[in-house]
């Protein structure tokens, strides 16, 4: 039986993953699999903040154990397989529980609730993380597959809570996230910077911790949450050891350990130039027509062109150091650029996430021919009579050409982890074999 959630949260508090430990509490089941945090289309103009949903198996479990969440005191366990076993009570439970933690008061908030023993279908996960999904298409949907749901207000949460449901993980990573005792939510918090250095140094599986060049603690929410930090990485055993490095100075609640499509570009779809749209996040090529300018608020744009068409690409001022590279891009150079599409005055704009130099442009410079005596540049020695050497008398008919360097190299580029979205799949995270589950 599966639970899924969204959009319980706002810009001024909560978070849906927040019901995981509270669920936990008051359910008297078992989860199956790792509780999950799905992540999804982080272009939708109605988001909340990171757009994640949470999903849970539940049942009566059997077989292995492994370690998902202690809060309070209590620790819970999830089991490799198990049983449906939930009860006719668990969506009033769920709806209770809803009603009393949900930002409900906030405009854009507008839970949705869903449980289903159903077969999940990976297409309307797909469609959630990477496009605009149609609510009225989900409770057609959900209607025909005997899905027993809820929307508070619009209910605009059942199209996440849908797509979190069927996500079918290929490409997977982990996330520990530690809760903050209700005391503590909305007060500043105080992690210590060395010990996540620290933390990172010692498990180099985990990802996306801190940014050190731009002061920006990734780990740390910023908004007043009842997250105290957010550990994430690829092995989720390195995940319950790192997290007791990191120095907070507050006691906590508890953790919970997610599965999640965090950090797996799930969100990403390949899309020429002519076929961009707003609202997607796309892979395309093209060739640098317009070399990059600086524009009002320290952003960067330069514009590529393939089939005929044209586009703009954004490096705007939050991705820092990243313009660095964008600037040195000519006329010519030969790219692949990945980012968010957004609609502007005269077309479509990309929002650089990555940058990928297929090919250099040869950049040619005349210069005055060095004398093969004394090796110092000949000067002019008059119009139309080519040059000439003060010293050695030797003459050369005209100027030379030279190959200009640039200090940028064919490869792939990012920007730092202060500017990443969740579902950014860093360069440096290692490949591995995935499994389905």
């Known amino acids: 039986m599966f639970l899924s959630i969204d959009d319980?949260?706002?810009?001024?508090?909560?978070?849906?993953?927040y019901l995981v430990p509270l669920l936990l509490e008051r359910l008297d089941l078992d989860l199956i699999g790792l509780p999950r945090l799905v992540r999804l289309n982080p272009t939708v103009p109605w988001k909340t903040r990171g757009n994640g949903a949470i999903c849970l198996e539940l049942g009566k479990g059997?077989?292995?154990?492994?370690?998902?969440?202690?809060?309070?005191?209590?620790?819970?366990?999830a089991y490799t397989d198990g049983d449906d076993d939930t009860g006719s009570d668990l969506m009033d439970s769920v709806k209770e529980l809803v009603m009393q933690h949900a930002m409900l008061k906030d405009d854009d908030t507008n839970p949705g609730i869903?449980?289903?023993s159903g077969p999940r279908e990976d297409e309307w996960y797909q469609r959630t993380v990477k496009g605009m999904v149609d609510l009225g298409d989900v409770k057609m949907h959900l209607d025909?597959?005997?899905?027993?749901?809820?929307?508070?207000?619009n209910g605009r949460g059942i199209i996440g809570a849908n797509g979190a449901m069927n996500w079918s993980p290929g490409d997977y990573t982990y996330e520990l996230l530690v809760y903050r005792t209700p005391g503590k939510i909305g007060t500043e918090r105080k992690i210590n910077t060395s010990s996540v250095e620290k933390m990172e140094g010692r498990y180099p599986s985990t990802f996306n911790n801190i940014d050190l060049k731009n002061k920006h603690l990734a780990i740390e929410p910023g908004s007043p949450c009842p997250i105290l930090m957010g550990i994430r990485g690829d092995d989720q055993k390195d995940l319950l050891e790192a997290v007791n490095i990191v120095e907070?100075?507050?006691p906590i609640d508890g953790w919970v350990l997610f599965l999640t499509n965090q950090a797996t570009d799930d969100h990403v779809v390949p899309m020429a130039i002519p076929e961009l749209k707003p609202y997607t996040s796309v892979l395309t090529n093209g060739r640098v027509v317009k070399g990059p300018e600086d524009i009002k608020g320290g952003h960067v744009v330069f514009s590529i062109t393939e089939s005929g068409s044209s586009t703009d690409c954004m490096a705007y001022e939050p991705t820092k150091e990243f313009r660095i590279v964008v600037r040195q891009l000519v006329p010519g150079d030969e790219v692949e650029v990945q980012g968010s599409v957004k609609e502007m005055n005269e077309g479509m704009s990309i929002n650089l996430e990555k940058l990928h130099v297929v090919k250099l442009q040869?950049?040619?410079d005349e210069m005055n021919p060095k004398c093969p005596g004394c090796g110092k540049s000949m000067e002019s020695a008059g119009k139309d009579?080519?040059?000439?050497?003060?010293?050695?008398?030797t003459t050369a008919p005209s100027k030379v050409q030279r190959n200009?360097?640039?200090?940028?190299?064919?490869g792939w580029y990012e920007v730092p982890v202060c500017a990443r979205r969740h579902l950014h799949r860093p360069l440096n995270r290692a490949k591995k074999r995935w499994q389905k589950g």
């Open 385 to 393: 009579q080519g040059y000439r050497c003060r010293r050695c008398s």
């Open 62 to 77: 059997r077989g292995k154990k492994i370690p998902a969440a202690h809060f309070k005191g209590k620790e819970y366990f």
């Open 362 to 364: 040869e950049l040619v």
């Open 144 to 153: 025909s597959v005997g899905a027993e749901y809820e929307g508070f207000k």
């Open 8 to 17: 319980t949260d706002s810009r001024n508090g909560m978070c849906t993953t």
């Open 114 to 116: 869903i449980v289903h």
């Open 248 to 250: 907070t100075g507050e």
């Open 404 to 410: 200009e360097s640039r200090d940028l190299n064919i």
